[in-house]
């Protein structure tokens, strides 16, 4: 189904991700011309504003979070946009929002970027004033739901007016072209699927480390913490794409049958199978930072960092821990999928002297974005004192590959696919329950142990628990 939209609206119109993301993906791809001429862009939020206002505070984000070489088009875009509050709680205010949106020929998008609490009353207004009627589609940014029982909740509540092939739940990890790639790398090349599973994988590492601290989501994020924050989505959709079975077509249905089976493949994580960590004060990028107890203003059970090791119980993964780490104010901004294969079987060169390594695949997601593969090579040499080897990497980089395209960030994809209705990149309700349902355990397990976060020093990679995790098998994570 493609049907495009002639009318977006925008909740949350005024908040922080609109500014970040959402205007400035809109007025890029505007840019490029690929809105379609007619579509109308309302935003809403309880923010007095008048569509003056509005523009002008478009035009202020614009300026702050545009790249330079993309500030084309910016007049033309900020008239496509008009504003009306509405203060989602109560049905006032949704009349004057339907009269705004006008008749929508060919159909409305709708973007809900708002606090989890209001889902369910923007969806009676929007029944309430006819703007669920027809060609209409609903995008949901997280996060959806605390837990499996919330999140049902709100699955719930969007259901009451909206189809599921209506409903566009947005994980931004999915926008990105790295992460899109890897279904590129593993399906549209015939070397890596044949020695994809438990015979010639011996582990798989996914990070996602970041710098950053608390920011400015004290509220929101003391009451998530990394495994929600973090885990429940994005870690585990680059998990389900890394580990789920060739899907017959990149098609939405498809592709989210074959990531749900993953999804429910997740094996209950057991007690040593789990670290927590809170940052306490240190040093990023030689900058000292302080703590999350100073930052939060008191003390917290809250997890900035958790490492986990997972397994997927099914044929293809027998046997292959996947260890995930995620953590905030980590010595750098990475986040990567790194791919361990076993040893050759039998090395032919052992009685020469040299030792073989296993082949590593490393999957730059960002910032690096690029595909590494080591493999063992023969050092140059008449190797009279034995024969030497070395791990080399075979190196694409894909701004190198692909220069000359336009990167886009990841709202611009998955705003575009909202607008045009294609939910392939996009979490269906029952890929969003099984993340719950597996980290709910966890939270539960934490609470039956009594398992509290451990400390570390900003700036380290988490707590030394976590590098025993990990170490306890033998495997030590991809640091460098
Ligand atoms: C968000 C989390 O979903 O993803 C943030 O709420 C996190 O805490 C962000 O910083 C990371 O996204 P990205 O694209 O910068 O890796």
Not at 444 to 458: E, F, H, N, R, S
Request: proline residues 5%; hydrophobic residues 40%; glycine residues 8%.
């Amino acid at each position: 189904m493609t049907l495009t939209a002639d009318r977006l609206l925008l909740f949350g119109a005024t908040g922080d991700l609109s500014q970040r993301m959402l205007l400035p993906s809109l007025c890029a791809l505007d840019a490029d011309g690929l809105l379609e001429p007619d579509l109308k862009i309302v935003g809403t939020a309880r923010s007095e504003m008048s569509t003056k206002e509005f523009r002008d505070f478009a035009r202020e984000a614009l300026e702050k979070y545009l790249p330079d070489h993309r500030r084309g088009g910016v007049a033309e875009f900020l008239n496509r946009l008009s504003y009306v509050p509405v203060d989602a709680t109560t049905l006032e205010g949704y009349d004057e929002l339907a009269r705004e949106v006008g008749e929508y020929v060919k159909g409305l998008a709708i973007f809900l970027s708002t606090a989890p609490s209001l889902f369910e009353a923007t969806i009676d207004g929007l029944v309430h004033a006819g703007l669920t009627k027809g060609n209409v589609r609903i995008g949901l940014e997280k996060p959806l739901g605390i837990d499996l029982s919330s999140s049902e909740e709100i699955n719930d509540a969007v259901a009451k007016a909206f189809s599921e092939d209506r409903i566009f739940r947005i994980d931004h990890y999915l926008g990105k072209e790295t992460v899109q790639n890897l279904l590129a790398l593993r399906f549209a090349n015939i070397l890596l699927e044949p020695v994809w599973n438990s015979n010639y994988i011996d582990h798989v590492q996914i990070t996602v480390a970041e710098t950053v601290g608390l920011e400015s989501r004290v509220a929101y994020y003391d009451d998530s913490g990394a495994l929600r924050d973090m885990v429940q989505n994005h870690m585990l959709q680059l998990l389900a794409l890394v580990a789920m079975e060739p899907p017959t077509s990149f098609g939405s249905t498809a592709v989210r049958d074959e990531k749900v089976k993953v999804l429910r493949a997740l094996r209950p994580v057991a007690a040593d199978e789990t670290v927590t960590g809170q940052y306490r004060a240190g040093a990023v990028n030689g900058s000292p930072v302080p703590g999350y107890d100073e930052e939060l203003g008191r003390d917290s059970d809250t997890e900035t960092f958790v490492a986990l090791k997972a397994h997927v119980d099914n044929w293809r993964w027998k046997g292959v821990p996947f260890y995930l780490r995620t953590g905030k104010r980590l010595p750098e901004r990475v986040t990567e999928i790194v791919v361990q294969f076993r040893c050759v079987p039998h090395s032919i060169f052992e009685g020469r002297g040299a030792t073989t390594q296993p082949n590593r695949l490393v999957i730059g997601i960002q910032p690096e974005e690029n595909v590494q593969l080591s493999m063992m090579a023969k050092v140059p040499g008449l190797d009279r004192e034995g024969i030497r080897l070395r791990q080399i990497p075979l190196d694409i980089a894909m701004p190198d590959a692909f220069s000359g395209t336009v990167r886009r960030i990841a709202y611009e994809r998955l705003l575009l696919d909202l607008i045009e209705g294609d939910q392939t990149l996009f979490v269906r309700r029952d890929e969003i329950e099984a993340q719950w349902e597996w980290i709910d355990a966890i939270r539960q397990l934490w609470a039956d142990k009594g398992i509290k976060p451990k400390t570390y020093g900003a700036g380290s990679w988490g707590p030394n628990a976590a590098i025993a995790l990990a170490e306890r098998d033998g495997v030590s994570w991809h640091d460098e």
